[in-house]
Structure formats: structure tokens, C-alpha cells
């Protein structure tokens, strides 16, 4: 049984290897400035190692030739694309060669009538909907960092957002790839169809699988008709049951809302601060739910009716409905402030993107009370209520040595309490290094195991992003 | 690099393996009488070999006990659903053990708000549907076969199906897998949420590998709600191009009909020969599509009208539309006639699930065109043209070797055209061992190599399927 061979630090970038990187993109593409090595060694999760040399390649066959390097003198090598991700899955962690894929940044096709378009894997993911949406088409999903992030790493990390609930993930669109093995070997995986059963499917094993089995250069992408109509409404609760009550009911009256977002008393309150109103809910809302539907116009407004129902009959205290664009937006504007509002109660915010089967979130906000009375925790939340995805927010102090340990105790729990809840510890953001603690809660030592030897199948040197979403070996728990 | 061993014959069916198989399941459960054999060792290619033993486990348990035997002994084994495959994928290759999971058979859990069910992997399809059907829920994937065909057969087929056009293939219902490893281990992939990326993904890399990776017990599949409403419309064209021209229109016009089926000319008399008819579309008719749109009423009422409007735009002849169920079923009967009236046709009937982009669906029937006159065979061609997705039928006569020769030669200038499309040699069917000799034509040396190091990672004696899927790896290219 071959297993990765552990690839603990970096080697001393000699100079050979460097001379092989600029050979393979040019001395202008490899930088070993200190401004560019630091930048490159962090993400949204603003913990990380700085890169040893950050190389940004302007082809898949330079990216090639940047591993086939990586491979000779056996030097760690992590892909990223907007470093947007929350668990430093684009950061080094072992040193070595940051891959900056920013250059590949163009759309290659948009094909009508095959509904698809090809794009290099730095394309960024808002541009590439503002692309198809100019010709009717659509590409649904929508993280939250979709004017910054990419499709090359939306791919790599599976991507969600608030519309994953109708329409899915963004594993679901995704046709075909081009990637790089760590080898330097260049593959094509699935096609221009959405039907293809040739070999084992190697496009959704890739998809997700953040960066660790080859680089992802350019993506096929499935697209949709645009829906013409969308309607949005805001209804009010005065707790998350009669929230979570109200989505039971719309699920019963067979409605998919394209979006079906909660938020709770605590978001809501840093969000009135921060826009300054206290007229964002009526008193007492303790939850409320912002919803969207969409599809022809008929229809839209027949799923409007039936959700503006549903809620009022759990107990909506006010429910607001949105047609025009401009009506949209202001109800939106709460969902939208929420990041910048919680960031401004305290330094720093961790974001744990928990998921629990959908009729498992009454019980999950059971749990997330517990652990703020246990453990003197200030824990906004909010999320995509449709999949059962929570961000649970703990908003910390890091000069507060004690309350970081609290934090520590209080995210294990939560951990523990979202699987046994038949859930899972990340819905979005993957595992990168931040997570691997947690690993074992979920997946069994057997299913860590057969992972380990996947990725040995793919990179037998361990040299492609080392130490992420399985901790190494040697140790066989925690990293 | 771990290779899979190459596993050539059967080792001799010794005393202490039986014992081990009937110690697994019971003895009552342990078959070696001829007629099971051979009826194991069949699937709908027709062509195989028989099993040395057919094993009938009552649990997941007793599935890991059958593998730990079969491992011990290096025994092949063949997990088996409902035999309806094309490619031969559910028979013996090399003898050995046929895994027949037909005790598993339960429907567990059908969870209406969390929108999912929980199955046995011998669930026939249909049975699955009409339970869920009957609480407004919908589990679209409707391969041809699904009065006999098993849920979890559909998994390792990653089977399709007219509605996947719209709705997509198998794998987009898939939520979560319980397995067993070649070893005997239990694996759970997925779960109960829609997001999870937690790990590489297993429940995709599973689905559509043909039982070579590890034979699924169970499966957590996603549901939908039931769309109320259902409009059929036949459409009669003079020949392919104006088929082809209508089904562009009505992507122009943001429609995606549930169903969108194409049938030939040569497909159509065979149909009303079948019928005893001549009534079924209008003189000179060279194509007919089928189409279905679904929704709420007056989205699918609405989309009709586009359909219709998109099919006179074309050229059709006649455009018939129904509403109620009997007018329904009675357009769809020529659909349903296709495969036993080409039966009848010849005694022989060989279908190749091609697939291309759908914008090149016109060259590909231009190919056919070409083959049909360079090859003198008869070959009839119906199937979804929404995704591309081509059946191409060669009806033979296995006494005439002249006419099989011809064959022969024929699939090797079909796929290869397939794939100067852009396309693939199956859409549906998988590789089996049929296609083997074709995979090449595909993928790239270093992809199949690919794939053989992910089935050595999963199964590093390769007792599971063997000789499916990629070629052994003693010649490199063709079985």
C-alpha cells in the first residue's frame, strides 16, 4: 500500500531549483520579495506561513513545467486562486512554492447553445455571472466572496452560497477540467456533456478536493436560462422556531426558494448598529428569514404567494414583499451588512460553517445557546437555513488569552454536536489546516485512511499542497 | 506506485471458501447449482461467463464478511443488481464469486422535509419513484430499465435517462453512500445535508465506478418536489436537421423541457410495423421529437406554448399537445414501442450510447449517415437529444460474420467520430468490459494509468470487478 511520503518543511531553495522556475515562467513571473512572499501566505483565515517564492505561470503548460520542477527537487507547491478561503487551503504550511494563478484569468467560450462555457481558473467567479447573464444564461452559485474569488478555486474548495438550496452547489456545475498532476502531467477530465461515463468520474473528485491532487487550469462550466422573475420577501419571527416552523411549512407546500436565508437576534442587532436604525425588524424579532423566489413570472409570484403564506402561518409578525430590483436590494442590505457589522463588535471572527440535516436546525440553535451561556461566548448566526448550512460566528478577543481557551473548548463541542447530530463540521469552507483537528469527529480512521491513499495515487512525492484536509501521517490524530 | 495485481482465473472453488461464503450468509443463501450460475453470469449484453458461486448476503455485515473470504481466498467478486446493464459490468470476467444483492431491498426512510430517503441498494427504481410519488416527491433519474433496475445499480452505472436534460443524471441525486471496501471494511460517504466538504467526495468518485471500488449497500438519495403539472408534445420534421433546428430554438427561447426525445426515420417504421400502423406521424416524416415540459401550471403551460411556437419555427409538419394522462400515453407510445420493435427487427440488436455537445448533434448523424452506407448495416438511432445523448442501434444477425465483421469496423469509425466531436463513447452504459477496447480512444495513456492507481487504492488485490472499466494492466492498451 503506497502512502505519501511526509513532507515536514521545505527544502533550501537552491539556486537550481530557482533557475528551473524562471526557465519554466520567465525570471518576471518568480518573485522572492518579501512584500509578495507575505501576501502570499495568508488568507481569509489570516493565519499562515509565508511562501518561500511566489511563481505565477501564464499557461497550463508553465504550470507544467513549475511541478515537474517541484517534483526534481521534491519542494511543497500550493495552488491558489483569490486566497478568499477560510481555512488556509491556499497558504502554505510547510513553505515552499506558492502558485499564483492570476494570470490565467480569461473566458475562453460561452456556448449558447450548448449551455456551457470554458474558462481559464482565475476567472473571477462574479465576472464570469455578470458574462453569461449579458446573454440570458446563468451560473447559480454564489459564495459570499464572489467579486474576489475564482472559479479554479470555487472548484478546489466546492463552493456554496445562498443559492446552493434550489440549485445546488457548485460541484453541480461543473462539466469538465483541465488540471495539472503533480507530476507536471497535464489531464482532461469529463467533457462538453453533461453525460459522460467513461472511467471513474474524476471531475467531482477533483472538485472539492482543495488544491491537495492536481491544479485545476481551466474549467467547463454547465449553465441555465436566466430566470426572468425574481421576488424576495423578509418575514420576522420572534424566535428561530417559528422561523425554522415556517420553512417546514413552505417545504410542505413543495416551494424551493433560490434563496432561504435566517438570521438571528444577535446578527440583527450588529447589523441595526452598524447602519445605524433600529427600524431594520419590528421589536421583539428574535429571528428573521429573507427569501427569494424565482423562474417565470407566473410561477415566481405563485411561489411568492405560497411562501408569504407559509410564514404567516408559523407566526410571521411582518412579512415584506420585494418585485422591482430597487425593493430587492433594500431587503437584502441587512443580509449583505452582516460580515462588516460583526467584525466591527470584536477583532476577530471565526466562522464555522456547520451543516445539520435541515430538520436538525431547531436543535442545532439549542446546542449553539448552550454553548454561549457554558462557555461566556458572543456567537451571531446566520446562514443558509435550506441546507441546514449555519455560520456560527464566535466573535473573540485574541489579547484575551482566557476567552480564546474558552473558544478552543467551545468549537470542539460544537463540533461534536453537529455530527452527532447527523451533520457535518464544514458545509463550505472545507478543511485546509484549521480544521484537521476536527477530522476524525466525522470520518473514521479507515476513511482517513483510504483518502491518504487517494491522494498518494494522484501525488506519491506528497509535494502538492502537504498538510491539508487529512492530517499527515506520522502522527495519525491531530496534526 | 501500487499497482493492482492482475487476478486471470478463478482460483479452484475449494472447501474451506465455500465454508467461509456459507459461515458469511448461510448455507441457503450459498448457490453452485448450474442454473444460477449461468443466470448470474448473463446481464443485457448477453455475453459472459458463468459464476463459480452466486452469494446472497441479508446485511452490509454479511457483505463484509463475503469480501473478507473473497480477500483471504484472492477470489473475484462481481456485485450484481438487477442485470439490466449494456457492457456486461454486473458479470464474471474471470469467474469467481457473483455478489447477487437482491435481500437488500428495503426502503428504510422516506424524510419529506429534509427532502430525501434513505434505501437498500436493491430498491427497484420504479418502486423508489412510486413511494415518493405518493407523498409529492419526485426522484427523477428514469433509466429505461427501472421496472427491474436497482438503485444501487444505478449508482455504480450513474445511470441515466430522458429527464436528465433537465433534471440531470444520477449522481446530482446522490446525497451519501454506505459501502464496502474489498477488504471488508464499512465506509460511509456524504450524509443528510446537501453540502459537505468534509473529506475528498467519495459519494461521486463511487457513483459510475461499475462496482470495481467497492459495492454499495445503501444510499441516502435527494428528492424534489413532485412538479403538479405535465404537458407532452409530439413534433413531426422532415427530416434531422429540421428536428435539430427546432431544439436550438427552443434553447434560444430559455426552455428546458423534461423530456426531449428524438426518433429517426428508420426507428419510426420500425415502431409502426410493430403497432400494425401507419398513422403514427405524417407522410414523409424523417424525425420526431417528444417532448415534456413540467412545473406549476402556468410556467409549464407557458413553456409549452415556446415549444410549440420553436418546433412550426423549424419546419414541423404536425405538432400534437397533451394535457390529460390517456393523451399523454398515447403520444409516448412510440417511445415505449422502440426497443421491442427493433427486436423484432433483426435477432440481434447492439446499442451504442454515444454522446456529443448537442450543437453537433447534426454532424453526428451525418456520421451515421456515412457508416450506414460504407458498412450496409442497419441502424436506427433514437434517444436524448437534449443532452446529445445518441442510441445508436446496430440490429444484426449474429450467423452472418460478413455482417459482424462489418459491425466491428463500424464501432471503431463511430467512436472515434464521437470523440473528434467532442463526445463520448458512453452517456450512459459505462464501460463494462464491452468497451474496453475502445476506452483508449478517450482517455490518454496517463489517465487510464490514472484511474488504475485510484482502483489500487481502493483495492490493492483487485478481486473487486475485475477486467472492468480500464484493461488490465499486463498489455497496456487493448484487453
Known amino acids: ?19 528551473a522556475l524562471r526557465a519554466a515562467v520567465g525570471a518576471a513571473h518568480v518573485s522572492i520579495d518579501d512584500e509578495q512572499r507575505r501576501q502570499y501566505g495568508m488568507d481569509a483565515l489570516k493565519k499562515g506561513r509565508p511562501a518561500d517564492v511566489v511563481v505565477h505561470p501564464g499557461s497550463p503548460e508553465e504550470v507544467s513545467a513549475v511541478l515537474a520542477a517541484c ?30 494563478l492570476d494570470r490565467l484569468d480569461r473566458i475562453l467560450e460561452i456556448d ?3 449551455l456551457l462555457a470554458v474558462v481559464e481558473c482565475h476567472v473571477i467567479t462574479g465576472d464570469l455571472q455578470r458574462a453569461v447573464e449579458a446573454v440570458g444564461l446563468f451560473y447559480p452559485p454564489d459564495p459570499a466572496s464572489l467579486a474576489t474569488s475564482t472559479i479554479g478555486g470555487n472548484v478546489a474548495e466546492c463552493a456554496g452560497g445562498p443559492r446552493a438550496f434550489k440549485y445546488g452547489v457548485t460541484k453541480r456545475y461543473i462539466l469538465g477540467l483541465e488540471a495539472v498532476l503533480a507530476s507536471g502531467e497535464i489531464i482532461h477530465t469529463g467533457g462538453k456533456s453533461v453525460k459522460n461515463v467513461v472511467g471513474y468520474d474524476l471531475t467531482q473528485l477533483l472538485t472539492g478536493s ?14 441555465i436560462p436566466l430566470p426572468p422573475t425574481q421576488v424576495t420577501l423578509r ?23 433560490s434563496a432561504l436565508e435566517l438570521i438571528d437576534a444577535d446578527s440583527l442587532e450588529a447589523v441595526a448598529r452598524q447602519l445605524e436604525t433600529r427600524a431594520l425588524a419590528p421589536p421583539g424579532t428574535g429571528a428573521i428569514l429573507l427569501l427569494e423566489v424565482d423562474g417565470l413570472e407566473q410561477a415566481a409570484r405563485e411561489e411568492a404567494r405560497r411562501v408569504d403564506q407559509s410564514c404567516r402561518e408559523a407566526g410571521a409578525t411582518e ?24 467584525k466591527v463588535l470584536a477583532p476577530l471572527k471565526i466562522n464555522h460553517d456547520v451543516v445539520v440535516p435541515r430538520g436538525r436546525v431547531p436543535e442545532l440553535f439549542a446546542l449553539i445557546a448552550r454553548i454561549r451561556r457554558d462557555y461566556r461566548l458572543l456567537i451571531p448566526c446566520f ?24 473558544s478552543h473548548a467551545a468549537e470542539q463541542v460544537l463540533f461534536e454536536g453537529v455530527v452527532a447530530l447527523e451533520g457535518s463540521i464544514s458545509g463550505e469552507h472545507g478543511i485546509g489546516f484549521s480544521k484537521l483537528p476536527f477530522l476524525h469527529l466525522e470520518l473514521t480512521p479507515i476513511e482517513i485512511d483510504l483518502l491518504r491513499r487517494i491522494k498518494a495515487a494522484f501525488d506519491p512525492l506528497n509535494i502538492l499542497n502537504p498538510g491539508k484536509v487529512f492530517p499527515p501521517q506520522t502522527d495519525g490524530g491531530a496534526p
Open 319 to 342: 412579512v415584506l414583499v420585494a418585485h422591482d430590483q430597487a425593493t430587492r436590494d433594500e431587503l437584502w442590505r441587512v443580509r449583505r451588512a452582516l460580515s462588516t457589522s460583526l
Open 210 to 223: 482543495e488544491g491537495t491532487l492536481a491544479v485545476i487550469t481551466k474549467v467547463i462550466v454547465r449553465l
Open 235 to 257: 418575514a420576522s419571527f420572534v424566535d428561530i422556531g417559528a422561523a425554522v416552523a415556517a420553512v417546514t411549512n413552505l417545504i410542505r407546500a413543495r416551494v424551493i426558494p
Open 112 to 114: 449558447e447553445l450548448n
Open 1 to 19: 500500500m503506497t502512502r505519501p511520503a511526509v513532507t515536514t518543511a521545505a527544502p533550501a531553495l537552491d539556486a537550481s531549483f530557482l533557475d
Open 383 to 406: 446562514g443558509h437555513v435550506g441546507d441546514g448550512n449555519i455560520h456560527v460566528n464566535m466573535l473573540l478577543d485574541p489579547a484575551d488569552e482566557d476567552m480564546i481557551a474558552r
Open 71 to 100: 517534483s526534481a527537487h521534491r519542494v511543497p507547491v500550493v495552488p491558489r486562486g483569490g486566497g478568499t478561503g477560510y481555512t488556509g487551503g491556499a497558504v502554505p504550511t510547510a513553505g515552499g512554492v506558492v502558485l499564483a
